[in-house]
């Protein structure tokens, strides 16, 4: 009795010197002299929470169960941390510069800042951790039953059961004391990060002293060990490969899961840089802790009655030999190894908890919102310290309801199990831009429900919460849905199976509900930021505000992280703007700044609807700064269009000023050719009215000069009536009275007639013609002498204004392409090119008049070969005039 | 070392770390390839000769040693490559 007595001395004096060197370590912190607080080796130690009581005791049970197999729990995260430059130094990054509180929260924030999703992976934290809370209650109170079995002291269920809630009670007082001092912004605890380094330590140190002495003391050494280890029932390799690489796998799953873990490996990390160090010094950390759990398991199998409980060996094998000084460090050891797992987790999941779900309905249930004056912190405080209070208790309550029968292991393996339905999500999320809230709820929920069907609900035992019906024949009777075969593959390991599935079924339907489904603009910044996080370290800035909002700000910042911190941080913000007071402008800058400060305190989502709340309507959502930039969008694309509108208007003026100049050149030619008009007719007329006159009133005319002035009179009035039949063929033609007169003719015969046409008359230079008789060979079909009306035009012209020396006419015929082309062309000096516009007109004439005409011939040859199907146009850069002449196919159709 | 050009040396520099981290993210992939071994050990099951226990551990546990090994060289080399980045870098 004495000997008990003493352990529960030394218990007391072990938690008091805990308890002071987390004071400690909390003063040196504060006084700023806590350097060697924040080292790489203090980080790596704290790691080591991963390695609970059911490490320390329930190893050696495992070895003794199942041989080598407890060596994955160790191998899984022994690889993680190896490949930190994979992972961890990401996820370290992200939770650095998101202010990540807990994995609850660095899920919620990755997803949009969504806290519903954040309240679900809360409540399936909580539902995963539980069991293991009850696990480590459980472990210290039937370790200090093996003491008190060894010491003959009776312990009645009800002193268990005390002795349960009294450590639940210590562990839950630590915790508030140490986990909830302060609400520091970036959620450090040093206290209990020291106090975790110190049992780390210790629980090293007890299960190496008790595998030391079981090795040299018991056994004979490292070859006799080794004899004794083959001998055993555990000699042989003898493990199922699917459950080797399986428990590998989920062990380094829960590693990165595990709410505990993810606090001291992230949020606890105080410099990027300590991974390095830890990347090998926690291997080595694990490999050391498992160096010697064989051997104590074969020695207690050796040493112990067959029915003794494996599980307790490192405990009972000491006390068996009479060694009670090392058999109370092993049970500090024990001890350490649950403490030090009940307070992290705890204290993680009270974070969760409070942030997640207590504040979020505090903050709806106050009629004002985030400004009422008053100190939120100790709400803040208040529902950390109840929720870690309700954490550790809910842990007790498993441990009176389950009885603490099952074997320890596989109440971890469950719980590893559980947490492990959130890497997908996580991974996902650090990796893929793609993942989606949608598709992380899909996923969640689907492996929880995967998992409490076909590995929770079977471990509480057939009968009990699942019946022995489902479990055989499945629910309904669908046997498809056994809880331990489905799609009837029967025969393997229900862990390996419930793994599996829930694994395959959780990742595959959260990457296709994520490829479905269409990301909120916040979830896709909140994606890039996750992503990329090397590439930019800044969180995304959805925030504007006035002036006068930076004091209701202040307020409620200094209700949340404290009066002198915000009053601090407000004037730090201050200066950095330029400013000389304690109120900064409320620039995007300084909001982003002060919601990641809030947000270490209570979590990103709160944080973000706080400031929504008091930033409120002035609040630019990424929303609104979607709208703003579909806006813009449209906006350019509207200019662009005005642009091009008035690109066209420009084009139009363009083609009207064009038009406008040929009117009036138009306009100019008709009134030009008016006068010409009125000249042509009242220069014969007045020579018709004199000569007539002449022979009506003077008698004394000769016969001759009679003859002469007659003469004269009818030659005027010859050229009278040809220029009225010109304009009146013109006329006829453009108002398209013309009737056509098809004749079948040798285009060779028509050229014939036209020059022999044009070419009379006494002309002083005579012309010469060049043909190429045989290619003139074609009949045609058409108006034969409208045709030729063109011809003797065009050859006229060539005769009347040709002012070479020695004139020659060349005439081309050329067949193809479906057209008949007869080209005239002329050695004199052309048309000049402002001509070459306005010869087709009417009336139109160029140059200086050297020869009379109308200048009609042009224009009615135009009207002609437009009725005739064809055209007739200037070709310019021939040498000389030149005019082209086509005839349609149609016309020339029994050519050659 | 000063009067040597700095940026081809820093170029080579750069280039060396890029390899080490390749190396540092090799290193999980070897030792889960060496852990996957027992997969291939012959179990009671198969009839034929096991692996006895005692070889067992000690190839697990070389392996392991080796990896902290590695990754204590790794790491070292790691701040040795961030110090000079650091130191002449800038």
Request: net charge negative; glycine share 12%; charged share 35%.
């Given at each position: 009795m004495g000997a008990l007595n003493i352990l529960v001395g030394v218990c007391l004096i072990y938690v008091a010197f805990l308890f002071a060197v987390a004071f400690g370590a909390e003063r040196a912190a504060l006084n700023g002299k806590g350097g060697w607080l924040r080292s790489p080796l203090i980080y790596t130690l704290s790691l080591?929470?991963?390695?609970t009581a059911w490490t320390f005791y329930g190893a050696v049970g495992y070895a003794a169960r199942s041989g080598l197999e407890y060596l994955t729990i160790y191998i899984g995260p022994s690889l993680v941390v190896i490949g930190w430059w994979w992972l961890l130094r990401k996820l370290v990054r992200i939770g650095r510069s998101q202010r990540i509180t807990s994995i609850a929260d660095l899920i919620s924030s990755r997803y949009g800042k969504s806290n519903m999703l954040a309240v679900g992976v809360t409540i399936l934290a909580v539902v995963g951790t539980t069991p293991y809370i009850a696990l480590q209650l459980q472990s210290v109170t039937v370790s200090f039953g093996v003491f008190s079995d060894a010491y003959g002291a009776e312990l009645t269920e009800i002193n268990h059961g005390n002795n349960a809630l009294l450590v639940a009670c210590g562990l839950a007082l630590f915790t508030i004391v140490f986990g909830t001092r302060n609400l520091d912004a970036n959620e450090r605890h040093h206290g209990v990060v020291m106090a975790i380094a110190v049992e780390a330590i210790v629980k090293l140190f007890a299960l190496l002293a008790v595998g030391a002495f079981v090795v040299w003391g018991v056994a004979g050494g490292v070859s006799d060990i080794f004899e004794r280890i083959d001998a055993s029932k555990i000699g042989q390799w003898d493990m199922r490969g699917d459950r080797w690489a399986t428990l590998i796998f989920l062990s380094a799953a829960a590693f990165l899961c595990l709410p505990r873990m993810f606090q001291v490996m992230v949020?606890?990390?105080?410099?990027?840089?300590h991974l390095r160090t830890a990347s090998w010094a926690f291997p080595l950390y694990l490999m050391v802790m498992s160096l010697f759990v064989v051997p104590i398991a074969v020695v207690g199998l050796d040493m112990m009655p067959p029915g003794a409980n494996p599980d307790f060996f490192v405990l009972t094998v000491p006390l068996a030999t009479g060694n009670d000084g090392l058999a109370m460090l092993s049970f500090l050891g024990g001890f350490s190894s649950a403490t030090s797992m009940v307070i992290v987790a705890a204290l993680a999941l009270s974070t969760m908890v409070s942030n997640h779900i207590v504040m979020p309905i505090w903050l709806s249930a106050q009629s004002g919102g985030a400004t009422v004056s008053g100190d939120v912190r100790h709400v803040v405080l208040l529902s950390r310290r109840i929720s870690i209070a309700a954490v550790v208790f809910l842990g007790y309550l498993y441990f009176r309801l389950s009885g603490g029968g099952a074997a320890l292991a596989s109440i971890g393996l469950i719980s590893f199990a559980g947490v492990a339905q959130f890497l997908p999500v996580l991974i996902g999320g650090i990796f893929w831009r793609g993942a989606t809230r949608t598709g992380a709820f899909v996923g969640l929920s689907v492996g929880f429900l995967i998992w409490a069907y076909t590995l929770l609900l079977p471990s509480f035992g057939t009968g009990t919460l699942i019946g022995t019906a489902v479990l055989t024949e499945?629910?309904?009777?669908?046997?498809?849905?056994r809880p331990q075969a489905f799609f009837g593959i029967t025969g393997m390991d229900p862990l390996v199976h419930a793994i599996f599935w829930s694994m395959l079924l959780n990742t595959l339907s959260f990457f296709i509900a994520s490829l479905v489904g269409f990301p909120s603009p916040l979830e896709r910044l909140q994606g890039a930021q996750f992503v990329n996080v090397f590439e930019h370290s800044r969180t995304p800035q959805s925030w504007s505000g006035s002036l006068a909002q930076s004091e209701d700000l202040m307020v409620m910042a200094q209700r949340i992280i404290g009066a002198r911190e915000a009053q601090r941080l407000f004037e730090r913000e201050a200066r950095r703007q330029g400013l000389s007071g304690l109120v900064p402008e409320p620039s995007p800058d300084f909001l982003a700044v002060l919601e990641r400060e809030l947000a270490g305190s209570v979590g990103a989502a709160t944080a973000h609807a706080m400031i929504g709340q008091i930033v409120g309507g002035a609040s630019v959502s990424v929303e609104d700064l979607m709208a703003v930039a579909d806006e813009t969008a449209q906006m350019m694309e509207y200019s662009s269009r005005l642009e091009a509108k008035s690109e066209e208007q420009a084009r139009t003026a363009r083609q009207l000023r064009q038009a406008n100049e040929k009117l009036t050149q138009i306009s100019e030619q008709k009134d030009a050719f008016l006068s010409q008009v009125s000249h042509e007719l009242r220069t014969p007329m007045t020579s018709i009215r004199a000569f007539s006159e002449i022979l009506r009133d003077?008698?004394?005319?000769s016969a001759k000069e009679k003859v002469r002035y007659s003469s004269i009179i009818h030659d005027e009035a010859i050229r009278l009536t040809r220029l009225l039949d010109d304009l009146l063929d013109l006329s006829v033609l453009e108002n398209g009275q013309v009737s056509l007169n098809e004749q079948t003719g040798v285009l060779g015969d028509v050229l014939d007639h036209a020059l022999s046409s044009a070419l009379t008359g006494n002309q002083t230079v005579e012309l010469r013609v060049m043909r190429d008789l045989l290619s003139e060979k074609v009949t045609l079909t058409t108006d034969l002498d409208r045709l030729s009306q063109v011809f003797i035009n065009l050859i006229g012209n060539a005769q009347k204004y040709c002012d070479a020396p020695t004139p020659k006419l060349h005439i081309s015929v050329q067949y193809g392409q479906g057209q008949l082309v007869i080209d005239f062309i002329d050695n004199g000096s052309g048309i000049s090119k402002a001509d070459q516009a306005v010869i087709?007109?009417?009336?139109a004439r160029t140059g200086e008049q050297k020869v009379s005409g109308a200048g009609l011939g042009l224009a009615i040859c135009r009207e002609i070969m437009t009725r005739l199907g064809g055209s007739v146009d200037y070709l310019p850069g021939q040498g000389g005039a030149a005019f082209r002449v086509i005839l349609p196919q149609s016309a020339a159709l029994a050519a050659q | 070392m000063s009067d040597r050009p700095n940026i081809p040396f820093l170029e080579r520099q750069s280039y060396r770390r890029r390899r080490l981290i390749d190396t540092v993210r090799m290193v999980p992939v070897v030792g889960a390839v060496l852990w996957a071994v027992p997969l291939l050990w012959p179990t009671p099951e198969d009839g034929a000769g096991s692996v006895a226990s005692s070889d067992a551990i000690i190839y697990i546990f070389l392996v392991w040693f080796a990896l902290v090994l590695l990754g204590a060289w790794f790491a070292f080399l790691m701040k040795r490559s961030d110090a000079q980045e650091e130191g002449g870098g800038r």
């Open positions: 080591s929470i991963y390695c949020v606890e990390n105080e410099d990027e840089d499945g629910p309904f009777g669908l046997g498809w849905l003077s008698d004394r005319l087709f007109e009417k009336f | -």
